[in-house]
């Protein structure tokens, strides 16, 4: 089944611990992207992948990293997380320029 | 850069009726117009799409029709049922030959519908 896959669904954190939520493809598609999803402030782009080794910051990069080692793999790192990072954040992927595909979704809370 | 922005952002209909969000954007260059649906607990999936070079298009119950002139777009659900409770998010980007604009979501409208 195409799919894409984030890990953790759901995250409880403290301010500063580290923490990297994990995303995967099975489509063999070459653009992954991050979004945060905010009441009120729609879908925001955090960064994005045109390909491996490829990435670019998106309108949100503040406080992120990420890394495209591989096709299918697209890690979102929060290297010190701040309470305003509380978000629910999505992966998505895309062959270029086509239909995005988001996985479900992960709800993080940083206390 | 390209803005885009969507009302109302909360819509309550009853079963039966129809519903009809909006959507502006501000990039005269923006030629695809996705619509997109996130039910509860999901990520958003796409439901429709329109291209610059069309001013309409309909898929059984859902329709999208685009006025470039005035930059808006909306998305018009007819005999609405239960099951087309979620939020509808609306998105535009430039598509061309070896080049692609980043899509710009709207913010994003919760369509309640009443039985």
């Known amino acids: 089944e195409a799919q894409v896959t984030q890990n953790p669904r759901y995250l409880i954190t403290v301010t500063g611990k580290k923490l990297t939520v994990t995303c995967s493809q099975n489509?063999?598609?070459?653009?992954m992207s991050w979004y945060r999803q905010d009441p009120g402030l729609g879908l925001r782009q955090i960064y994005y992948?045109?390909?491996?080794?490829?990435?670019d910051k998106g309108d949100v990069p503040e406080g992120y990293k990420v890394s495209r080692k591989e096709k299918r793999n697209f890690p979102l790192i929060l290297e010190s997380p701040s309470p305003n990072q509380t978000s629910l954040y999505f992966c998505?992927?895309?062959?270029?320029?086509?239909?995005?595909?988001f996985g479900e979704g992960s709800r993080l809370t940083v206390l | 850069g390209e803005n885009v922005e969507q009302h109302p952002s909360t819509l309550s209909v009853q079963e039966g009726d129809s519903a009809v969000i909006k959507c502006t954007y501000s990039?005269?260059?923006?030629?695809?117009f996705p619509w997109y649906k996130q039910e509860l607990g999901k990520g958003p999936q796409l439901i429709i799409d329109?291209?610059?070079?069309?001013g309409e298009k309909k898929d059984q119950r859902i329709a999208v029709t685009l006025n470039k002139t005035a930059k808006h777009f909306s998305l018009h659900i007819t005999e609405t049922q239960p099951e087309d409770s979620a939020v509808y998010f609306c998105?535009?980007?430039?598509?061309?030959?070896?080049?692609?604009?980043?899509?710009?979501f709207g913010q994003g409208t919760t369509l309640q519908v009443k039985p």
């Open positions: 998505a992927s895309s062959l270029f320029a086509g239909e995005l595909f």
């Open positions: 489509m063999n598609h070459e653009y």
């Open positions: 992948s045109m390909n491996v080794e490829v990435t």
């Open positions: 990039d005269s260059a923006s030629n695809y």
């Open positions: 329109i291209r610059s070079n069309v």
């Open positions: 998105a535009a980007s430039f598509h061309g030959s070896g080049n692609t604009g980043k899509l710009i």
